[in-house]
């Protein structure tokens, strides 16, 4: 009887435990209003971030979540805002000309936001030449605990100096 009783509490005893320990993620927006609110809120978000990278600013690694991982093309991946702090530090006297991000799209799904989109930058070392580049972005946002939204992902993909999107075809 003893082990009857242990075998139909063990999937009670998980579920129980799962119940505890799952992260609490807000629920999907249900109107469009409220989709639009999680946009702007993602997107004010992404500009804030570029500022510091215009600055070439350490505070913009606090934009990461604590498993944030900036990917970017020759390297290998940078996980934690601690990682991307020291990556971001490793570039003195650079000077930005210029850097933006356009979101092209914005998906949202739950206490998850994706942007689709490209960006431009233009820097240079004193005493050498400028270093121009373009491409295509991937950021996924999470929402944390605090309804903060926190960089979980960034892909940057740049381009061929030559490629021109002509649009649509």
């Not at 799904?109 to 030449?129: D, I, K």
Request: with cysteine; proline share 9%; net charge positive.
């Amino acid at each position: 009887m003893r082990a009857r009783t242990m075998r139909h509490l063990f999937p009670l005893t998980i579920c129980m435990l799962v119940a505890c320990t799952t992260e609490r993620v807000p629920a999907a927006p249900t109107s469009a209003a409220a989709h639009a609110a999680v946009r702007d809120s993602v997107l004010s978000r992404m500009e804030r971030y570029v500022e510091t990278a215009r600055r070439v600013d350490t505070l913009g690694a606090d934009f990461f979540g604590p498993r944030g991982t900036l990917f970017e093309p020759g390297i290998p991946p940078i996980v934690s805002p601690d990682s991307i702090r020291r990556f971001i530090a490793s570039f003195p006297g650079v000077i930005v000309d210029s850097a933006m991000l356009r979101a092209d799209t914005v998906e949202v799904f739950e206490g998850t936001a994706l942007v689709w989109g490209t960006y431009f930058e233009a820097l240079h070392f004193p005493g050498q030449p400028a270093s121009r580049q373009h491409g295509r972005f991937v950021m996924e946002w999470k929402r944390d605990s605090n309804a903060a939204w926190l960089i979980e992902r960034y892909y940057r993909v740049p381009l061929p100096p030559t490629w021109v999107d002509n649009g649509p075809r």
